[in-house]
């Protein structure tokens, strides 16, 4: 039983708040841990690390003097170093002062400009690597489809058709070869869309043609969080029958009509477990990653297709499972930073930016769908903030670092005056963007 898919039962308010604060206190201690561990790894001394801001509920100290301590509340956290005035690493100019010159070289003020440099780097770094694990960890569990493309088994669908069995290597659909998954899908672009088309399949040792069900049916194989289907209440393996009473057999008929739309509602008659149920939603505008390069703008309702059977898979060897979960973050950093790029050109809608509320919101809705999808989500998020706290502003990492920088280049770090100035800075544009993003949570469709 999957604890994270009974989220909703008790009140979606609660469970989009709870699936929230777990994604964000996980992110957040791996984001602080890199800061102390690599900060006490160099020399440099960790007074408390922080689960949460405000009023302690629970604390301890360890064998090397640091306070580590969970507060009441739980939207972030830091670690305060040894002459540190503030969580925000303020310097505590008063203290320092007073102190002997080892004393001075546990404090991130006093350290060499290597080991500040390294820790303030460490908290995105360990966030890139909690993606990575996390994503190569879900892949491996998965599993990786096997080439050339094999039946698992047979997906439950209305008609009552005839099917691949479990084993069945195909070899071509529709008259063309099918070595590997890419051939297959390109072979689907020139399938004529009908109940049952001819597979060539390996069965049992023996290559023979056979008439199945077509192989890219209106099946729902997954959910995009923050979606029209997934607001409408659809689900995975529903299978979508008919649009606005117009019998569909293939994914490429309700792609067309959704995209030709323009965002006109749509009747979807759907079989669920047997039950012919109806839904009502209206596709929405989104911007996507294009292949090119750049974004395109489509009409969407937030669904992936699936096969009508279940791709035989195999387990991926540790260095192929990390590979893979090193290119999914990269391309999260890639999207991230050419959508921000596209945003501030115009080119694409600034409500791509999503706040709180909407971050928080996709939580929940990723916790409802199962374990899987929440600890995915998880990753994604990580990356995201990994990469948020890298912008070279002031209180950002980012920030920190490009003062870092710039005291390798002149030899001094620039003065608590101007220092105080661009922290103020930073901090007015970091409320501000939050603002930004709250507004498009409440306002954006």
């Not at 009441?72 to 007073?98: N, R």
């Not at 974004?295 to 096969?307: A, D, H, K, N, P």
């Amino acid at each position: 039983m999957d604890i994270l898919s009974d989220i909703p039962s008790f009140g979606g308010v609660i469970g989009t708040i709870l699936a929230f604060v777990v994604a964000l206190s996980i992110i957040v201690a791996i984001h602080e841990y890199g800061h102390y561990i690599i900060g006490r790894l160099s020399g440099i001394h960790a007074e408390v690390f922080s689960l949460g801001f405000g009023p302690v509920l629970l604390s301890r100290r360890d064998k090397h003097g640091t306070k580590w301590q969970l507060a009441a509340l739980p939207f972030g956290g830091f670690v305060k170093f040894l002459g540190d005035a503030d969580a925000a690493s303020g310097k505590d100019g008063e203290a320092i002062h007073q102190m002997d010159p080892a004393e001075l070289r546990r404090t991130m003020h006093g350290a060499p400009l290597w080991a500040r440099a390294a820790t303030v780097a460490a908290g995105p770094i360990f966030n890139f690597i909690l993606s990575i694990i996390v994503f190569a960890a879900v892949i491996g569990v998965r599993g990786i489809a096997v080439e050339p493309v094999t039946v698992a088994d047979a997906v439950d669908l209305p008609a009552d058709l005839p099917v691949l069995e479990q084993g069945d290597v195909i070899l071509g659909v529709g008259g063309q070869e099918t070595p590997d998954y890419a051939a297959f899908y390109a072979a689907l672009d020139d399938l004529p869309v009908e109940d049952t088309v001819p597979y060539s399949v390996d069965r049992d040792g023996r290559a023979q043609t056979v008439e199945a069900v077509y192989p890219f049916p209106p099946l729902i194989s997954a959910l995009q969080p923050d979606s029209a289907a997934m607001d409408a209440g659809l689900r995975v393996g529903d299978v979508i029958t008919a649009i606005d009473g117009t019998p569909i057999t293939a994914f490429r008929e309700l792609q067309s009509v959704v995209g030709e739309g323009d965002g006109a509602p749509l009747l979807l008659n759907v079989w669920r477990d047997g039950a012919e149920m109806d839904f009502t939603l209206a596709p929405r505008r989104v911007d996507l990653p294009s292949s090119e390069g750049g974004f395109e703008t489509r009409w969407l309702i937030g669904i992936t297709g699936g096969l009508a059977f279940t791709p035989a898979t195999r387990a991926p060897n540790p260095a192929e499972a990390v590979w893979m979960g090193v290119k999914q973050t990269g391309f999260i950093i890639e999207s991230s930073l050419s959508g921000l790029y596209h945003m501030i050109t115009g080119a694409i809608s600034s409500c791509n930016l999503r706040g709180p509320l909407g971050i928080a919101e996709t939580s929940g809705q990723a916790a409802s769908q199962g374990a899987s999808s929440f600890i995915w989500f998880i990753a994604v998020l990580s990356t995201a903030v990994g990469l948020l706290n890298l912008f070279p502003i002031p209180v950002l990492d980012g920030g920190h670092l490009v003062f870092h920088a710039y005291e390798a280049v002149a030899g001094r770090p620039p003065s608590d005056r101007v220092l105080r100035v661009l922290m103020s800075i930073g901090l007015v544009l970091i409320l501000s963007l939050m603002v930004f993003g709250l507004t498009n949570d409440l306002f954006c469709p």
